[in-house]
T-cell receptor, first 111, second 116 residues
Framework: GNSVTQMEGPVTLSEEAFLTINCTYT??????LFWYVQYPGEGLQLLLK?????DKGSNKGFEATYRKETTSFHLEKGSVQVSDSAVYFC??????????FGSGTQLTVLP | EAGVAQSPRYKIIEKRQSVAFWCNPI?????LYWYQQILGQGPKLLIQ????????DSQLPKDRFSAERLKGVDSTLKIQPAKLEDSAVYLC??????????????FGPGTRLTVL
């Protein structure tokens, strides 16, 4: 079945540092890929998605490119802010669109 | 557009007691999901409904968990009797079968359950 392997955390960065959170997947076919974010005390929110190979999803300065060759969907941001502190989850849908999530990466950005 | 609503937000019970959670999805969304998120882990699907029918309940511990969506709108998830290991956040999500984003799920704020 589908599976997601996500970079272990936690990750602590200084403000304006570059962020990469690794995500690799195993799937049948070429499903859409998602990054969800969970801010402290809040529910999961869709951050970005890509629907096919070589697509780049982007939102709020975050980007991720769907790499079929390496089965990866790494999340990047050029300059993080304190407000980006959250838990980030990589996810992909199954045949009935139910999501399989990675274990999550806790990001803390220090001023 | 109103988001996914869940209640209660927090619940503390003792083991062997029963508890119920309620979810109201985004209006018009045919598909409803319940996920369990244990602290430090990603959410895990418990059950998926499409309208009032069950699509996938393979991960639902059916000896103690039950869920229904009788009229194809709101849903209730019940645990009876609860165990210590059921302590988690229970997330409800919904998605539309049509439109530009049928793969996108929208999540509610969750119910944090603590079993003592």
């Amino acid at each position: 079945g589908n599976s997601v392997t996500q970079m272990e955390g936690p990750v602590t960065l200084s403000e304006e540092a570059f962020l990469t959170i690794n995500c690799t997947y195993t799937a049948t076919g070429y499903p859409s890929l998602f990054w969800y974010v969970q801010y402290p005390g809040e529910g999961l929110q869709l951050l970005l998605k890509a629907t096919k190979a070589d697509d780049k999803g982007s939102n709020k300065g975050f980007e991720a490119t769907y790499r079929k060759e390496t089965t990866s969907f790494h999340l990047e941001k050029g300059s993080v802010q304190v407000s980006d502190s959250a838990v980030y989850f990589c996810a992909l849908p199954g045949s009935a669109r139910q999501l399989t999530f990675g274990s999550g990466t806790q990001l803390t950005v220090l001023p | 557009e109103a988001g996914v609503a869940q209640s209660p937000r927090y619940k503390i019970i003792e083991k062997r007691q029963s508890v119920a959670f309620w979810c109201n999805p985004i209006s018009g969304h045919a598909t409803l999901y319940w996920y369990q998120q244990i602290l430090g882990q990603g959410p895990k699907l418990l059950i998926q409904f499409q309208n009032n029918g069950v699509v996938d309940d393979s991960q639902l511990p059916k000896d103690r968990f039950s869920a229904e969506r009788l009229k194809g709108v709101d849903s209730t998830l019940k645990i009876q009797p609860a165990k210590l290991e059921d302590s988690a956040v229970y997330l409800c999500a919904s998605s539309s079968l049509t439109g530009a984003n049928p793969d996108t799920q929208y999540f509610g704020p969750g119910t944090r359950l603590t079993v003592l």
